[in-house]
């Protein structure tokens, strides 16, 4: 063969060597099997020393200025304190962590700890047997805290996160300046029938619609049928979701057709348009911070983007629309840091003294608080000062119930979302949201097996995501 | 010399077996990323489409039941019926259009000739992301640049909901994606134009034909595989490639009234996390489109007029 032939042939084979490198695996060990008897820690002396370790924390992209910077640098003192190495891993949107876990679990990667949303952690991913049980851990960090907190990361008595990051709260956002100006007034507690008067009144002196939403960001619509059917369950709706996920009940029963038409009542009766369905949030900060609204519902955590506005900012609680009702708001401490059954199993001790580490105040506080908060999940960690945040605190003790759609699946979110944005559009009335959505339940179960109950199931061993060993964090 | 012992094989043979392996040696890296990127990936799609797996877990073997499933599902029909009006328009508009500009500029002399195509083609240097991002402020009823634009030119009792209204929202995103492409089928068919022979033009100006029988006997016959190849990326970009665009712009809402095949598939698939049955709707999709380009090849394709 020619010279030229050869070398040609050369090169096609480097650049072929090339590429399939570089679709090879990561190169991480392969995982130890998920229990290791001699690991055991009689004593406790096999755990106390992690120095030595190197362990993986995997999560979505930090949302925060410096956020990244401030988890190096906590990264950097834990490793002065236990020689223990930890590398973080932020890549992606919140929505995707779940396909990371795909992708890891595919590949063999070998991670030791993630930070998910207690939403991601209800829906797939506890299921999943991929992140461990650590009941033992939240029994020795409980006292560090706020109150709920941990229940929202527990499923059937089993603890599978410690949350540590901010808490949030669902309320309404509104210009208080404007209300004076207007000789108007809302405070906590307001009626529906009181919110509909003010957004007539503001309708006719200032030509727009007193209140918007961040539509466009889909996943906020199903915060209004949390707080509609919280009043019309008569405050009982967690219970009442619960038993219809286990299809004890039917969506299309009073109660929640009553809520979807309460959603409905916002825009027959003109307090909000279907215009919102195309604001994000970033629209719905502008029109608040230019005045071409009295307010808005959302998450407290929206302050940052309204940014420093020169009016009177008050934040408040949905309206009551059923009588006797308290009107709740929705929200919780969100994201909890996990021990994945992915990782070494002798790393989960290290594991288990980062989290320990993390939940400490002077360590939690310098990285959540990047995040501009009201509040946060570790006690001792003080929200940033805003004009709403003493507001907001107080709804998110005295007020709030976890968000409905970390107990239901993704499916039946969406279904929610659909229903609603046709009550929105008003092409369709309660009952045929409650039907589309009672619909859509029956088609995941008849589909996909739905069970609320999964623990429940002969496929499930808590044993499978027990820890290995236990743990003392010496606290 | 021994009876036994091998005749020593002539230089010309040694020669001739190099050369018929070296091309195809030389296409195994192609080959090999052909079969690692597009064969097996297929092939496993078609694998697990007939499982239950979340990616997380073991595979559990269901037969057909996920195409069962798909076939009866009417959500998944509603985002076909959306994909072939997305296809069918984006296809039309489209081609009509660009070869509308592409006789426009393929005049001789004409001045900013330049210019004007660049200005066209510029889109479709812009990602979808950029392009979803732009239009859903232009189109944002508050902030953005369309409505304002309407009132000032006497039509603002034309403004309706662009992106809100159901039975508007996805003509929206349609028109932005032939906002996007139609400076790439313009310059195809102004290729094709170019490529045609004056002679045919001055021969039919002499028998006395019309411009509109010029263009029907002359300029639509010589352009039939220019036709053809424009049609047929122009439907299968709109069955498969309109994700990004419906994704920037409205989610697949409101109401699902802009949920198309890509983006239903795509949030079977990672968002309930049902690969299964994400699989199965992309095989059904594919069958779809596949379908679409046999038809296309037989009823639009014409050998007898590359001539």
Not at chain 1, 215 to 222: F, K, N, S, T
Not at chain 1, 319 to 325: D, F, K, L, T, Y
């Given at each position: 063969m020619k010279g030229k032939q050869l070398l040609a042939l050369l090169l096609a084979a480097v650049m072929m060597l090339g590429i399939l490198a570089g679709c090879g695996g990561s190169g991480n060990e392969t995982p130890a099997p998920a229990s290791t008897p001699d690991s055991s820690s009689e004593g406790g002396e096999a755990t106390n020393d992690i120095s030595g370790k190197s362990i993986i924390l995997i999560s979505s992209a930090r949302s925060y200025d410096g956020m990244d910077d401030a988890y190096q640098a906590a990264c950097k003192q834990f490793y002065d304190e236990t020689g223990c190495e930890v590398t973080t891993q932020f890549n992606g949107n919140f929505t995707e962590l779940i396909q990371t876990f795909q992708a890891a679990k595919i590949s063999g990667a070998t991670y030791d700890m993630s930070s998910l949303g207690s939403g991601n952690l209800h829906q797939a991913v506890a299921k999943s047997g991929m992140v461990m049980d650590i009941t033992p851990l939240a029994q020795q960090l409980k006292g560090r805290i706020v109150e709920g907190g941990i229940e929202q990361h527990t499923i059937d008595g089993h603890t599978f996160g410690i949350p540590f990051s901010g808490v949030s709260t669902m309320g309404f956002f509104v210009n208080r300046t404007m209300l004076d100006e207007l000789g108007l007034d809302l405070q906590n507690g307001y009626t529906y029938d009181e919110l509909k008067a003010v957004a007539d009144a503001v309708k006719a002196a200032k030509g727009f619609t007193a209140v918007v939403h961040c539509?466009?960001?889909?996943?906020?619509?199903?915060s209004w049928f949390f707080t509609t059917f919280a009043q019309e369950t008569h405050n009982d709706s967690i219970n009442q979701i619960e038993e219809w996920l286990k299809g004890n009940r039917s969506m299309e029963q009073e109660d929640a057709i009553n809520a979807f038409n309460d959603i409905l009542k916002f825009f027959q009766d003109g307090i909000m348009d279907a215009d919102s369905l195309q604001y994000d949030g970033t629209s719905v900060a502008a029109l608040f911070a230019q005045q071409k609204c009295l307010g808005f519902f959302a998450s407290a955590t929206n302050i940052k983007n309204v940014g420093d506005v020169d009016f009177d900012v008050d934040y408040l609680t949905y309206?009551?629309?059923?009588?006797?009702?308290i009107a709740q708001s929705s929200g919780g401490a969100d994201e909890g840091i996990n021990i994945l059954t992915l990782g070494d199993p002798a790393n989960v001790a290290a594991s288990a003294k980062f989290i320990e580490f993390m939940t400490r105040p002077e360590v939690n506080g310098p990285i959540m608080q990047l995040s501009g908060n009201f509040g946060y999940a570790v006690k001792g960690v003080d929200g940033v000062e805003s004009q709403i945040s003493d507001e907001a605190f107080e709804l998110y003790t005295d007020n709030t119930i976890m968000y409905l759609d970390w107990f239901w699946a993704a499916e039946h979110n969406d279904a929610v979302v659909k229903a609603i944005q046709g009550l929105v559009a008003q092409e369709i009335d309660g009952a045929e949201a409650a039907k589309r959505v009672q619909d859509n339940w029956q088609q995941t179960v008849d589909e996909n097996d739905y069970s609320y109950e999964w623990w429940n199931s002969d496929s499930w061993s808590w044993d499978a995501v027990a820890m290995p060993y236990e743990v003392d964090l010496g606290l | 010399m021994s009876a036994k012992s091998k005749a020593p094989k002539s230089p010309l043979m040694r020669e001739s077996i190099g050369d018929m392996l070296f091309p195809y040696l030389m296409i195994v890296p192609a080959f090999l990323l052909f079969m690692v990127f597009t064969i097996y990936p297929f092939a496993f799609g078609f694998y697990v489409s007939f499982h239950k797996w979340d990616g997380l877990t073991a595979m559990k073997w269901l037969g057909l039941r996920n195409y069962i499933n798909v076939v009866t599902d009417p959500e998944f029909w509603a985002a076909m019926k959306h994909t072939v009006i997305y296809a069918l328009c984006v296809t039309i508009v489209k081609n009509i259009i660009a070869v509308i500009l592409a006789l426009f500029l393929a005049r001789d002399h004409l001045p900013g000739r330049t210019l004007f195509r660049t200005a066209t083609y510029l889109p479709v240097t812009l990602s979808y992301v950029v392009i979803g991002v732009l239009w859903k402020w232009i189109f944002n009823p508050t902030f953005g640049l369309l409505n304002p634009f309407m009132r000032a030119i006497g039509l603002g009792n034309y403004i309706v909901g662009w992106l809100s209204d159901e039975r508007i929202a996805l003509y929206s995103v349609i028109f932005v994606d032939i906002w996007k492409w139609i400076g790439f089928h313009m310059v195809m068919y102004l290729a094709g134009l170019t490529s045609i022979s004056k002679d045919y033009y001055e021969a039919a100006a002499i028998d006395g034909a019309s411009g509109w029988q010029r263009f029907r006997h002359i300029t639509v016959p010589q352009l039939n595989s220019t036709i053809f190849t424009n049609i047929l990326m122009s439907m299968s970009g709109a069955f498969t490639a309109n994700y990004a665009i419906v994704n920037m712009m409205t989610g697949g809402g409101p109401n699902g009234s802009t949920e198309v095949a890509a983006t239903l598939i795509v949030k079977t698939g990672l968002k309930y996390i049902n690969l299964g049955k994400a699989n199965a709707m992309t095989f059904v999709l594919f069958l779809f489109t596949f379908a679409m380009g046999m038809f296309q090849l037989k009823t639009i394709s014409h050998d007898e007029n590359y001539e």
């Open positions: 539509g466009a960001d889909w996943w906020w619509w199903p309206p009551v629309m059923v009588e006797g009702a | -």
